[in-house]
């Protein structure tokens, strides 16, 4: 059976999507244990440090009657990338009675006012803290002053440095970036390409997980039989209007492209580009991620795949870790340092066997910024 097939029957299986305390465990999960040194870490990267991987199954901790309440720091919520880790946050959280105060800092260059929001919410007493980080390394000194609080900071999706971190729930972007270019290398071995040129939208630049995923596609891209050009590549916040500009722009200075590469909101914008400028036909698109808009276009053909990396799951497995380290137990020892779900890849032939509920919640649902604790 393939990774792909234990993904599904594992995960998506058993996905709560109507009821807030119908179990989801356990679900596959990569594993890392033991202590976390950063001196010779790399971006995209597990810490050295680490032993080797185990893939296990993940269980949550039970409801202990220990209501917390917990702070959330996310780069934005302009797409439903962020809307769908909130809902695995939020499905958590009430299943085990914890509040949650939500700031989001509007974008990826707003590297200042994430870190005015972490010290707020440090301030407003809460009892630890979820951080999606805008920059890899550009938290280390605010996350550094919050653990001297005695506030316990858990990363969540994106890639991040802080040695003060107290624990990681995410996935590989290097990996998800690899997993893409995987999929291109198959697809032009398929077709009998002896050459392609490629055009790649990677998100951006300041973030960790946009160059993870280009280093992960380029490597990817060696083990290609024929000769693969990059014939561009344009960084840019995963704004819609952004991304749109970007690879219009690209495609008015050479749409001879026979892939175009990106980040979820840059494929998804890319597929109405292209039916616009009548190309449709002439130019494959994949995502290095999947997002709820996207997977619709990647279902109907349009896009024709993604990795996923399961957000709310890693929202939910956020929320465990925390949870855990506020209950007394040590991360690294009692339950992973980092965790993260097997990644999928999805594309226009078995899209129906991920089901759109498991992959990001309830179509209709709207992200919740402040919750009270249930006791």
């Known amino acids: 059976m393939g990774v792909s097939c234990v993904v599904l029957l594992l995960v998506l299986g058993s996905v709560p999507v109507r009821a807030e305390d119908e179990q989801w465990w356990p679900i596959q999960v990569k594993s890392y244990y033991g202590e976390y ?5 790399k971006p995209g990267r597990p810490a050295r440090s680490f032993g080797r991987a185990r893939l296990e199954e993940w269980a949550p901790p039970m409801i202990s009657g220990n209501y917390y309440r917990i702070g959330v720091s996310f780069p934005h919520m302009k797409d439903d990338y962020w809307v769908a880790v ?9 299943r085990l009675g914890i509040g949650v105060d939500l700031r989001e800092a509007g974008g990826y260059t707003n590297l200042k006012q994430q870190i005015k929001q972490l010290r707020e919410l440090a301030r407003s007493g809460v009892d630890g803290i979820l951080v999606g980080a805008i ?24 890639g991040i440095r802080a040695p003060a971190i107290s624990a990681k729930a995410m996935v590989s972007y290097y990996d998800m970036g ?9 697809h032009a071995e398929q077709a009998g390409k002896a050459n392609i040129k490629l055009a790649f939208f990677p998100g951006p630049k300041e973030s960790s997980w946009a160059p993870d995923s280009y280093d992960g596609f380029t490597d990817a891209l060696k083990y290609y039989s024929g000769k693969a050009s990059m014939t561009d590549v344009r960084w840019g916040d995963t704004g819609r209007a952004i991304q749109w500009n970007l690879i219009e722009k690209s495609l008015n200075n050479n ?12 494929a998804e914008a ?3 580009i292209v039916r616009t400028m009548k190309l449709e036909g002439r130019m494959t698109l994949v995502s290095t991620y999947l997002n709820a808009s996207l997977y619709d276009k990647i279902a109907d053909g349009r896009v024709a795949a993604a990795p996923s990396d399961l957000t709310v799951f890693q929202g939910r497995m956020a ?3 925390l949870v855990r380290l ?8 009692d339950f992973p340092f980092r965790s993260g779900p097997f990644i999928p890849v999805v594309t226009t032939k078995d899209a129906a066997r991920y089901p759109y509920e498991g992959l990001f919640g309830p179509r209709r649902y709207q992200p919740i910024y402040a919750m009270e604790p249930k006791g």
């Open 37 to 41: 040194e950063v001196s010779k870490k």
């Open 86 to 94: 909130n809902y695995g946050i939020i499905q958590e959280a009430r």
């Open 135 to 158: 920059s890899y390394d550009g938290l280390d000194d605010v996350i550094r002053e919050i653990r001297k609080q005695g506030v316990h900071v858990v990363g969540i999706v994106n």
């Open 178 to 186: 690899f997993y893409a270019g995987e999929f291109v290398v198959r």
């Open 255 to 266: 749409s001879d492209v026979d892939y175009l590469v990106g980040n979820a909101v840059a």
């Open 270 to 272: 890319a597929a109405d």
């Open 319 to 321: 929320v465990d870790m």
């Open 326 to 333: 506020l209950n007394g137990e040590q991360a690294g020892r």
